[in-house]
């Protein structure tokens, strides 16, 4: 058996002794090795064997970490992550304690900058280049990013600052012509054009028309300025949008051509800054299935790798499968509704709705600000638009939220996926704050369902419920997970707008959920029950209305009130219960609210992160006993 030459890389310097030819058998070998792991763990397998020889090249010429790689987004760092000291861990990628699917400051010296969302790189690079600058340091900064993570627009807000300044600065743009799905947008065709050289062509195009109309020169002007061909096609190049802004553009580059990528990498640093190389990647490069169908290979799930075949999921649908099938339905019979995407046609389900009613389907790309207020836009025109985005992306709209939406009252729905506590990703994809970061703002309607029952009604309350009162902004936060297996009812129900719902009674302590906590607390109830504890269970279903009355009295009446929610403690389903026990003298009521930590949580599987937040049947349970240990003579009934 050949000897790995992976084996033997430990850092990037081994890199810069191996032979041409040992650097392609490397990056096979590289291929091999990410295709295992993650058939085996999932994560992000196109976008990683996409990048398998620019990230080679880049630790081949560069000298890291003294020169800085900054990755967008970070999806594609596994490469980097096996060069840089990390092969021997390689197998626990995105496992509870194993190594992250992102770059991470806290696992590695390479690592320079904390990523997951998208379009960050170039600002952060900057800022990198800068801070170098000003401490007299001489360093490379390369930010890589990818035609999709270009669509946001603070990417473009950092390369308007970068043409400016005259830093070391280097951007890869890894241009596939993919985001997740298909790059969407008036630059994703201007990149196509470049590839294809229609650039130069449409300059030589402008510049023959304006000779022809130069009055006393006409053809054989032009016949003279064709013979210089070569100039032209340099003057060409001047004209793309990053000259424009400031760059010295190289490119395209095929970025599968190792030697290519070398050389044209070694140039670069003799060249002034900023620079922007421009390479041309397949994604899924070198395992047919990616190649083939990369966006579903873009965050796969457990796969085989022999067949490409994703190994069957638990049986119940999930909620994303709910939400979109109950939107198609109510699109049906309700012409204003519109659905938005920002990049995550797939994830949010909405390519399914965008094959059936392509007229009324946006995908805005990277642009999750843009989404809102483009929403906002609409809802001014009397539509009805709906705007599925994951809990964590929102979060770069919070202005647009505020000042789009709230500001005017525009009803705008917002379908949050992904709410709560995510797996695998870590603390740049768990959803465990909108609860907070929605709350407060006047005139929203914040709900969270129970089960995908609850979803598709509180979908028809926000949008189409004839009767309803007239809403203004609503959000409904759901998690990335299985729906529970409930049955759905055939017809869409009106649910009262901030009316929670009693599940159980029982007098001993009161249990407030609130979105998929609720059936652990279920759970957790019949736990207290075999334990002589009567709980009064009840779905809060709306974070904002709260039923004010029901919590009131039910505190009152328990004087033991537990909340629980899969949001940070801090600011949400908790804290607006005890704003409004303060507000209604209810303070005597003893309170305790479960939720996630006020700390990041790392990446690992959902149940065992909400385990340790206390967010199972069990961990709900063990809040009440504690709760009542302060009982001063805690009523015990007979079994
Ligand atoms: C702000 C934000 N929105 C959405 C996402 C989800 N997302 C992750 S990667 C990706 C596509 C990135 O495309 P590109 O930059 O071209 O990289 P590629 O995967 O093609 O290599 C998207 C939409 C994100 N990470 N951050």
């Not at 025109?381 to 202005?399: C, N």
Request: glycine letters at 10%.
């Amino acid at each position: 058996m050949a000897i790995s030459i992976l084996d033997k890389i430990n850092s990037p310097k081994d890199l810069k002794r191996l032979s041409h030819s040992e650097l392609h058998r490397l990056a096979r070998e590289i291929r091999r090795l990410i295709i295992d792991v993650v058939s085996q763990n999932g994560g992000h397998l196109a976008s990683n064997l996409g990048m398998v020889e620019v990230t080679l090249a880049l630790h081949r010429v560069f000298d890291a970490p003294k020169d800085k790689i900054v990755w967008d987004v970070g999806h594609q760092a596994y490469t980097h992550k096996l060069l840089t000291g990390r092969r021997d861990r390689f197998h626990t990628l995105r496992q509870w304690q194993g190594i992250s699917g992102f770059p991470k400051r806290e696992e590695s010296p390479y690592d320079t900058f904390n990523t997951g969302h998208a379009s960050t790189a170039v600002s952060a690079a900057l800022g990198l280049a800068e801070g170098a600058r000003y401490k007299g340091e001489r360093n490379f900064t390369i930010a890589v990013v990818g035609d999709g993570a270009l669509t946001g627009g603070m990417a473009f807000e950092g390369l308007n600052q970068a043409g400016t300044l005259k830093g070391e600065l280097i951007v890869v743009l890894n241009d596939n012509e993919m985001s997740i799905s298909q790059s969407v947008g008036a630059l994703s065709s201007y990149l196509s054009r470049i590839q294809t050289g229609q650039v130069y062509h449409t300059f030589k195009k402008q510049a023959e028309y304006a000779l022809k109309h130069i009055p006393a020169v006409g053809e054989r002007m032009v016949d003279v300025a064709f013979r210089v061909k070569e100039a032209m096609k340099s003057l060409a190049r001047h004209l793309t949008i990053f000259d424009e802004l400031g760059f010295e553009y190289v490119g395209p580059v095929d970025g599968h051509d190792l030697e290519k990528l070398l050389e044209v990498f070694e140039a670069a640093k003799s060249l002034e800054g900023p620079i922007l190389i421009h390479v041309h990647t397949k994604k899924g490069k070198g395992y047919l299935p990616a190649e083939s169908q990369s966006h579903l290979f873009h965050s796969a799930k457990p796969f085989d790798k022999e067949t490409g075949k994703f190994k069957p999921g638990k049986g119940v649908l999930p909620y994303t499968h709910f939400f979109v099938e109950t939107l198609i339905r109510l699109a049906q019979q309700d012409d204003k509704i519109i659905a938005i995407t920002a990049a995550m046609p797939g994830g949010t389900g909405l390519d399914r709705f965008g094959n059936i009613f392509p007229d009324r389907y946006y995908d805005v790309g990277i642009a999750e600000q843009h989404a809102v207020t483009f929403a906002a836009g609409l809802a001014q025109e009397g539509l009805k638009p709906v705007v599925a985005i994951y809990s964590t992306f929102l979060q770069r709209a919070f202005d647009q939220v505020f000042h789009d939406v709230c500001l005017q009252n525009l009803p705008v729905v917002f379908a949050l996926d992904r709410a709560g506590i995510v797996p695998g990703d870590g603390p740049t994809h768990n959803g465990v704050f909108d609860l907070s970061y929605l709350r407060h703002l006047p005139g929203m309607a914040l709900m969270a369902p129970k089960d995908e029952n609850e979803l598709q009604h509180m979908l028809y309350t926000a949008l189409a419920a004839p009767g309803s009162p007239k809403l203004g902004p609503v959000a409904i936060r759901y998690p990335k997970s299985a729906g529970v297996g409930v049955p759905l009812d055939k017809d869409f129900k009106r649910l009262p707008i901030g009316k929670a719902e009693i599940l159980e009674e029982g007098e001993d302590i009161l249990i407030l959920a609130i979105g998929s906590m609720v059936y652990p607390a279920l759970q957790a109830a019949g736990l207290l029950r075999q334990e002589g504890i009567g709980a009064t269970v009840v779905n809060a279903r709306f974070v904002k209305p709260l039923d004010r009355e029901l919590i009131g009295r039910l505190s009152k009446k328990t004087g033991y009130v537990l909340t629980v929610e899969d949001n940070t403690v801090v600011g949400g389903f908790g804290s607006a219960v005890l704003e409004l026990l303060a507000q209604e003298n209810l303070f005597s009521a003893k309170v305790k609210c479960l939720g996630v930590p006020d700390r990041l949580l790392e990446h690992g599987p959902r149940e065992l992160l909400c385990h340790q937040c206390g967010l199972d049947a069990e961990g709900i349970a063990a809040g009440a006993r504690e709760l009542l240990k302060t009982k001063p003579s805690p009523r015990r009934k007979k079994q």
